[in-house]
Every structure is written in structure tokens, then in C-alpha cells.
T-cell receptor
Framework: DAGVIQSPRHEVTEMGQEVTLRCKPI?????LFWYRQTMMRGLELLIY????????DSGMPEDRFSAKMPNASFSTLKIQPSEPRDSAVYFC????????????FGQGTRLTVV | GENVEQHPSTLSVQEGDSAVIKCTYS??????FPWYKQELGKGPQLIID?????GEKKDQRIAVTLNKTAKHFSLHITETQPEDSAVYFC????????????FGRGTSLIVHP
């Protein structure tokens, strides 16, 4: 397996624009996590899914953020409208609860909102 | 919920020295403690983990210790090498339970040649 795949790797957008980040988890994994990483706050869990169902979105900072997982192999994190303070690295991770509790991270998307 | 504190935030050592990173957790139900290494431009990767039924685990130059009573666990790297330079994260979770890992803030380890 190629691991968790995120796209794009880098995104630069203007304030007010919609941004969509994409994630393909490892095949067979039943948990998917979205994290945001900043210098100030470290790794923050935004939302996680189990078997494609959102379980806890209490980490989503505002209504401007939304996440979907239409099937087991794809998830999106959308920010609309984007703001400069949303600039961060966004990671997607997946895991298989039944076997191990290790989370496998993607390479991340570096988002810059100008 | 779980709270994980990690220290120090930055650690600078000379090549060949040892490095120790410490974490504390708050939820006594946590029983799985992974450590992740994040290299520049990459996502965190698991390097070692420990479960609450053991007190220590080693893998070559890396070791982790766990003190359940005090609710703290540590990462020890011996004979550090420049390629050990990275950000290290500790985490705590409940394997088989709520499961979701809570991460520490990270330690930036710099190994000087």
C-alpha cells in the first residue's frame, strides 16, 4: 500500500476563497483523522471518522470548517471562506483499530491563506 | 478528557550524547503510549510504543519507559546521530476503548555533528 495520500501538498489561496483538502486512507483502515499542526498549538485533532461516519467533530474550530467521508477510500476537509489564521499544515491519518492502535499519517497539506 | 504534557519543547545535544524526552498524562485509563518522529516536510511516523502492562521497551538505540503510578513516560535515545534530528511527539490513548490518541506538543531535537 502507498500509505495515506493527501493532496495537494501545498496550497496558497486568497482570503475568502474556498479550500478543499483531500485524503485517501490506507485500504482496510476503519478510522480516519484530520489534524491541524501549528507552532502555537501543536497537533490538534479536528475530526475523526469511524467506518465513514463522523464520530467527534468537537475540534473543528468554526462552522467555516467541514469534513466528509463519502466512502471508505476518500475524505475531504473544506474551509469556506478561508482566513489567514487557517494557515497551517493539515494532516490526515488512518488506522485499523482491531489490530493495532498506530495511526499512519499522510505527508500533510501546507495551507497558506494570504 | 486526556491531557498530555511534553518536555522539553527543544533539545539540543552533541552527536553521541543521549537525549531524553518526558511526557505526563492525566487519564489513568490510558494504556497505550506511542512515540512519533516527524522529519521536516513529512508526517509523523511511529517509532516505538509501549503498553501499560510493561515498564520498559527497547529497540536498538531507542527505549521507552512507563511509570503508571506517576503517569509519566519517557523516550530515551542513546548515541544520537544527526539523522535523529526531528520533532518527536508522545501520545496517550486507550487501546480497545475510546482509542483516540492525545498528542503532546512535540520536542524539537537537534543533534549537532
Amino acid at each position: 500500500d502507498a500509505g495515506v495520500i493527501q493532496s495537494p501538498r501545498h496550497e496558497v489561496t486568497e482570503m475568502g476563497q474556498e479550500v478543499t483538502l483531500r485524503c485517501k486512507p490506507i485500504s482496510g483502515h476503519d478510522y480516519l483523522f484530520w489534524y491541524r499542526q501549528t507552532m502555537m498549538r501543536g497537533l490538534e485533532l479536528l475530526i475523526y471518522f469511524n467506518n465513514n461516519v463522523p464520530i467527534d467533530d468537537s475540534g473543528m474550530p468554526e462552522d467555516r470548517f467541514s469534513a466528509k467521508m463519502p466512502n471508505a477510500s476518500f475524505s475531504t476537509l473544506k474551509i469556506q471562506p478561508s482566513e489567514p489564521r487557517d494557515s497551517a499544515v493539515y494532516f490526515c491519518a488512518s488506522s485499523y483499530r482491531a489490530s493495532r492502535t498506530e495511526a499512519f499519517f499522510g505527508q500533510g497539506t501546507r495551507l497558506t491563506v494570504v | 478528557g486526556e491531557n498530555v504534557e511534553q518536555h522539553p519543547s527543544t533539545l539540543s545535544v552533541q552527536e553521541g550524547d543521549s537525549a531524553v524526552i518526558k511526557c505526563t498524562y492525566s487519564d489513568s485509563a490510558s494504556n497505550y503510549f506511542p512515540w512519533y518522529k516527524q522529519e521536516l516536510g513529512k508526517g509523523p511516523q511511529l517509532i516505538i510504543d509501549i503498553r501499560s502492562n510493561v515498564g520498559e521497551k527497547k529497540d536498538q538505540r531507542i527505549a521507552v519507559t512507563l511509570n503508571k503510578t506517576a503517569k509519566h513516560f519517557s523516550l530515551h535515545i542513546t548515541e544520537t546521530q544527526p539523522e535523529d534530528s526531528a520533532v518527536y511527539f508522545c501520545a496517550a490513548s486507550i487501546a480497545g476503548g475510546s482509542y483516540i490518541p492525545t498528542f503532546g506538543r512535540g520536542t524539537s531535537l537537534i543533534v549537532h555533528p
